[in-house]
């Protein structure tokens, strides 16, 4: 099921949605046109990478000197492909404005940054020995769809399954899409030797924290829904 777009009313200009999206997008094409040696440097070095901060002897002999987490902040601006860098996007560009709206930027903002880095910790938690870098804006993200899902949990959002259009609860396709990531998640760890490629505890954290914290930032003289 792909969404299209939602019903959700908005009734500013999402301009730091499309700050975030402007960054992610030009850091990407960036990396594009870099020489692949410099890109996968700099991808060790900013990705947050597990095990750099689990075993500080292998990061010492990996070249990756400790640089006081910052890599849980800039791994949000990051992503290995274009499909990765397309979802990513295409979500924040449906699922953000109307809870910028309803936050105010600077408040949006700073949930968004909480909610990734919060994902990117419980990725590490569960994660630890992982020797690969965790990228992307998918648990901040997972932040805005968990406030999403208890502000517009009745609101419609247009799936496209192929070969039609049709609509949807919020709640239903959020959902869905929980209880999606919380499989992948388990299964990743049930069962021994599961290539895992996504992070999915990212996932599931940046939704939590989304769920727990949205409530703290929402305006006072926001827009009735």
């Known amino acids: ?60 002999n990996y070249g990756l000197p400790f ?30 404005p109307s809870i910028e709206d309803r936050m105010g930027r600077l408040p949006f903002f700073i949930f968004y940054l909480l909610c990734g880095l919060l994902a990117t910790v419980l990725q590490w938690y569960f994660d630890p020995r992982l020797a690969i870098p965790v990228v992307g804006a998918s648990g901040a993200i997972a932040g805005i769809l968990g406030a999403y899902f208890f502000i517009y949990p009745m609101e419609q959002v247009v799936v496209f399954f192929f070969p039609v259009l049709f609509h949807i609860p919020a709640i239903a396709f959020l959902g869905l899409w929980v209880i999606f990531q919380l499989q992948d998640a388990t299964t990743s760890i049930v069962v021994p030797g599961t290539t895992v490629d996504v992070a999915w505890w990212a996932h599931l954290g940046g939704f939590i924290a989304g769920c727990v914290l949205y409530r703290f930032f929402i305006r006072k003289d926001s827009p009735e829904i």
């Open 1 to 60: 099921m792909i969404p299209i777009r939602d019903t959700a009313p908005c009734h500013s200009k999402p301009l730091v949605t499309w700050g975030i999206m402007a960054v992610c997008i030009i850091i990407f094409l960036a990396m594009e046109l870099m020489p692949d040696q410099l890109s996968y440097r700099l991808i060790n070095l900013y990705g947050m990478v597990p095990i750099r901060y689990s075993d500080p002897e292998w990061s010492e």
């Open 67 to 96: 640089d006081g987490y910052l890599s849980f902040l800039t791994s949000l601006f990051l992503h290995s492909g274009w499909l990765h860098i397309i979802v990513n996007m295409w979500f924040l560009w449906i699922f953000s």
